[in-house]
């Protein structure tokens, strides 16, 4: 049976997962994620998924290191943030990175000597569906704040 961890799960409690989260809500084990080491041994996570949480963090490229080191080879490591421009990430005070469709280039991840990942999929979630059918979105998001709202990362491990 595949194990599968939700990271920062707030409200989103997942039956069948570990749910970890430091706040007040349903959890299966408290714990702060800007403390690492986390307590998970190497390599025993087949899925990972990080729900708005990367940007909450004191230190994004130390907690994907971490997760790295608890997924197994081959793992899916799913991450979800607002987009920078995205009115959410503008204007939430806890924000302490902000994300572009850009962030995890093959280029930047091989300078911030993160080699274990393989980007599979890259997709904008639309709160508001009328969104995703407004014309030169990338121009559009030069000019305007708000064009998008989150992106979807989704890794696979390779140790």
């Keep these: 049976m595949a194990k599968k961890l939700n990271l920062g799960c707030g409200s989103d409690y997942k ?5 970890v989260d430091c706040i007040g809500v349903k959890k299966d084990l408290s714990h702060n994620l800007n403390k ?6 190497n ?19 130390d907690v994907l290191r971490e997760v790295i080191r608890i997924s197994k080879n081959g793992a899916k490591i799913t991450i979800i943030v607002p987009h920078a421009r995205s009115l959410a990430s503008l204007t939430d005070l806890q924000h302490k990175t902000h994300f572009t469709e850009n962030s995890f280039s093959a280029d930047l991840l091989k300078e911030y000597n993160i080699n274990n990942l393989v980007l599979k999929k890259k997709e904008f979630l639309y709160k508001n569906s009328w969104k995703k059918y407004i014309p030169f979105k990338r121009a559009m998001n030069i000019l305007l704040n708000g064009v998008y709202d989150d992106i979807l990362f989704e890794f696979k491990v390779v140790k």
């Design 15 to 19: 039956d069948g997962w570990i749910n």
């Design 36 to 41: 690492i080491p986390y307590p998970f041994k």
């Design 43 to 61: 390599n025993i996570f087949d899925e990972i998924l990080m729900r708005m949480i990367l940007e909450h963090v004191d230190r994004p490229l």
